[in-house]
């Protein structure tokens, strides 16, 4: 078995992918803290041939989580942000500081759609940008969902907006407070990822298919005006792409991976652009 890890600031997501199969025998998510205990944060070790992992929470929580597998495991791989990889050129001034998790969707995007705009809503909403060609532009990082309900300590940071609601009615006001900074919020996530999916496209003169990923991605997507697709193993996609273990990795085949969406034509995204200015 393979395990991949996806180490966030917030949650810590796991799966177990068998190595001969490449089918995923079962997933998990546990709180991010500092010490990782066998059996209860994470699976069976004994089934265990080789770990992957992506990390963005702190030093310290990395080196004890590979520590911790490395008395267990006989390979442990962990994803580095880097100048460059797979043909993917990193658009930072100083690439190690760009979020591997972000890398990873870049990485991921790149190999299925050969360019894309990759969004990651989690704690945080990242949107980054990777051409055709393979040059990554760089990004953009907004509070996600949960971190705008909190900061406006309102006492309604527990009361979640319904994936299953529509867009339609996540836009319209709020006739209680709780619905008044859910539409808010919601309202601000994707205008935001709309508008940036719009200039960024303009600039380039290119219309990027988007991908989206993240524990907030499904709730996302339902307010997003251009063609796109919900890939939520997109870290793990640039995982699998930058460490290949099973044939299908090698062959280029990523778990889970959607059908590329085909965008709109550049002529609508910058008539859509334009009547936005104009409000």
Not at 202 to 213: F, G, I, K, R
Not at 231 to 260: I, Q
Request: glycine content about 10%.
């Amino acid at each position: 078995m393979i395990l991949d890890l996806d180490i966030g600031n917030t949650l810590s997501k796991w799966r177990l992918k068998d190595s001969d199969s490449s089918e995923i025998r079962s997933r998990g998510a546990v709180w991010t803290r500092e010490e990782w205990r066998p059996g209860a944060d994470i699976p069976d070790l004994d089934v265990v041939e080789a770990v992957r992992i992506s990390s963005v929470a702190r030093r310290a929580v990395l080196e004890e989580t590979v520590a911790l597998l490395r008395r267990r495991v006989g390979t442990v791989h962990v994803a580095r942000s880097a100048h460059e990889a797979l043909g993917v050129t990193n658009g930072y001034e100083e690439p190690g500081k760009l979020g591997v998790d972000r890398w990873m969707g870049a990485l991921a995007g790149y190999q299925l759609a050969g360019g894309c705009c990759a969004v990651d809503c989690g704690s945080a909403i990242t949107v980054d940008f990777v051409l055709p060609g393979g040059r990554h532009l760089g990004g953009y990082i907004l509070p996600g969902l949960r971190l705008m309900k909190e900061s406006l300590k309102l006492g309604t940071r527990n009361v979640a907006i319904d994936p299953d609601s529509e867009a339609q009615a996540l836009l319209e006001p709020g006739r209680r407070t709780v619905e008044a900074v859910n539409h808010g919020i919601y309202m601000a996530a994707v205008s935001a990822v709309n508008r940036i999916y719009s200039e960024v496209c303009d600039q380039q003169d290119v219309a990027l298919p988007m991908l989206l990923t993240g524990g907030d991605a499904r709730v996302v997507s339902r307010g997003i005006q251009v063609p796109h697709a919900v890939w939520p193993d997109m870290v793990y996609g640039g995982l699998e792409a930058c460490f290949p273990l099973t044939a299908a990795e090698r062959a280029g085949r990523l778990s889970g991976a959607p059908e590329v969406p085909a965008p709109v034509a550049m002529e609508k995204i910058r008539a859509a652009l334009a009547f936005s200015m104009l409000l």
